[in-house]
């Protein structure tokens, strides 16, 4: 079930602009879920917001899946994440990035639901420190999704079942 496809596919939005107007452009969404194309896969789309004012950062997404517990009543990590995906310079005013993963079959007459999650870090060029951190997890409805299965997905959860 931690059998890992990478899919980082970096994509800038709009061009440069300030930080306020694009205050709302931090969200995580699930993009892909089980199509026949794809068995078994989750992708997790994500976007956050540049500052535009030319400061050189960096920006950084890391994504993990979840998976809810009906036992436990909450959700638990699946074990799987990305490495940290570069999604480009601060100076946009948003950038997309995303990644999928692929699980093993669940037992016949099962389901996972399950769900993303999104580490943001936006970084100093230079020293790499990280000056603001953020974090989300899927959502529906977002407008604008790049990459979707079917186009324009937004989901918040996903269920893989055999």
């Not at 794809?38 to 920006?59: F, L």
């Not at 946009?92 to 999104?118: E, I, K």
């Not at 409805?141 to 079942?161: F, M, N, Q, Y």
Request: aromatic residues 10%.
């Amino acid at each position: 079930m931690r059998r890992l496809l990478p899919l980082a596919v970096l994509l800038a939005l709009v061009g440069p602009g300030s930080a306020s107007a694009a205050s709302k452009g931090l969200w995580a969404t699930v993009n892909v879920c089980d199509p026949p194309s794809a068995r078994n896969v989750i992708g997790i789309r994500s976007s956050m917001p540049g500052n535009g004012n030319g400061t050189g950062q960096r920006m950084f997404m890391h994504f993990s899946a979840e998976w809810y517990s009906p036992d436990k009543k909450r959700w638990l990590p699946t074990g799987s994440s990305s490495p940290w995906v570069r999604a480009g310079t601060a100076r946009y005013v948003s950038m997309q990035a995303g990644y999928s993963f692929q699980f093993a079959d669940p037992p016949p007459g099962t389901h996972f639901t399950m769900r993303g999650v999104v580490r943001y870090e936006w970084r100093a060029r230079t020293s790499r420190r990280v000056l603001k951190r953020a974090k989300r997890v899927t959502k529906a409805r977002h407008k604008g999704v790049l990459g979707s299965v079917p186009a324009g997905k937004s989901d918040a959860t996903c269920v893989i079942e055999f």
